[in-house]
């Protein structure tokens, strides 16, 4: 039986690597997409200079009647081939990264979420799947650079520093509220992320638009001349926050709920107690800011970004550092 559990590890483990190599690859690919995107850029705007210039000598040479003429506005380019391709790539690395999830809950007998490594596992398949579901209604392949990369990085470090043999769970674990709460705050982390993404790419695009008010003849080309405008960018990653927040409104409430059941009070003060709340405070006041305040802008981009990296704090560095009641990393359980 334990020979059975290690081959269907091992097997999970050959199926995460795979997974990462293909994301490596999508990442690539992606980034010769967004170069594409920048030279397109480039040579659409050398289109409409020359054409400008055509008009021009034209109502010179042949009077005011030539000179009356506007020049062709480029054609809008379809879905690029390279983003494609590369989109295609995350789909597929997608279906090793599932299998390797579902060894793993196999290879456990329950839900594979309970550690570290379990968790890093199941949270970058579902930040990847959300993605490329909302891909569906949104043409966010742009955000392609950003989600491959991320998930490259936590999935593979967490496959590096994090890996621990199947074990029991340990009894606090032992409940219902494994499978609802740590699920829904892994969907919830998964919407952050893409809220983080379009929030940083916001930042980027409304410098750029800042320039190009100033001095539209100095910039030089870039791949943020093919994507929507920052205020696009912007409410995009308040609808996503939006959706994380309620998702992570529930996620604090069933841990209360579950602490209650596991150790006779729903608040202690525990630090991932508290960390969570405060992921909670900076979302609410990200979204009230924006709703109520008129925070819009850099102000609010910011503050998506703070708290994702909260997010990621929480799943990192209190994990890691910090004691408490919810020290199930799993790290000390490794050979």
């Known amino acids: 039986m334990q020979s059975n559990v290690v081959e269907l590890d091992n097997l999970s483990v050959l199926m995460i690597w795979t997974a990462v190599a293909i994301y490596a690859v999508a990442f690539l690919v992606y980034v010769f997409d967004l170069a594409r995107r920048a030279q397109a850029s480039a040579d659409a705007r050398l289109v409409r200079s020359q054409q400008r210039e055509a008009v021009v000598a034209g109502g010179v040479g042949s009077g005011a009647g030539v000179a009356r003429e506007e020049p062709a506005a480029p054609a809008q380019p379809g879905v690029n081939k390279l983003a494609r391709i590369a989109t295609a790539l995350t789909a597929l690395a997608v279906l090793f990264h599932l299998a390797g999830t579902v060894l793993r809950g196999i290879a456990a007998e329950r839900v594979p979420w309970s550690n ?155 630090t991932k107690e508290v960390w969570t709340f405060v992921i909670w405070v900076l979302y609410a006041g990200y979204i009230h800011a924006r709703s109520t305040r008129g925070w819009r802008g850099n102000r609010s981009a910011w503050l998506s970004i703070v708290g994702f990296s909260a997010v990621l704090f929480n799943f990192t560095i209190v994990n890691i550092f910090f004691k408490g009641l919810h020290a199930y990393s799993g790290l000390t359980t490794a050979n």
Not at 127 to 134: A, Q
Not at 203 to 210: H, K, N, S, T, V
Not at 249 to 265: E, M, V
């Open 116 to 270: 570290m490594y379990e968790f890093a596992m199941t949270g970058t398949v579902l930040i990847t799947i959300v993605y490329l579901l909302v891909n569906i209604k949104y043409d966010l392949k742009f955000l392609g650079t950003f989600i491959t990369g991320l998930v490259v990085v936590l999935l593979g470090g967490s496959a590096v520093a994090f890996y621990v043999t199947v074990a029991p769970l340990a009894d606090p674990l032992r409940s219902v509220w494994l499978v609802i709460h740590v699920f829904v705050a892994t969907l919830a982390t998964a919407f952050f992320a893409l809220a983080c993404s379009l929030s940083i790419l916001q930042l980027l695009q409304a410098r750029r638009e800042a320039k190009k008010i100033a001095d539209a003849s100095a910039l030089k080309k870039s791949f943020l001349d093919t994507l929507p405008t920052a205020d696009t960018l912007e409410g995009l990653a308040y609808r996503f926050s939006i959706i994380g927040f309620i998702l992570w409104t529930f996620t604090l409430i069933a841990g209360s709920i579950w602490a209650n059941d596991a150790w006779g009070r729903y608040w202690g003060f525990d």
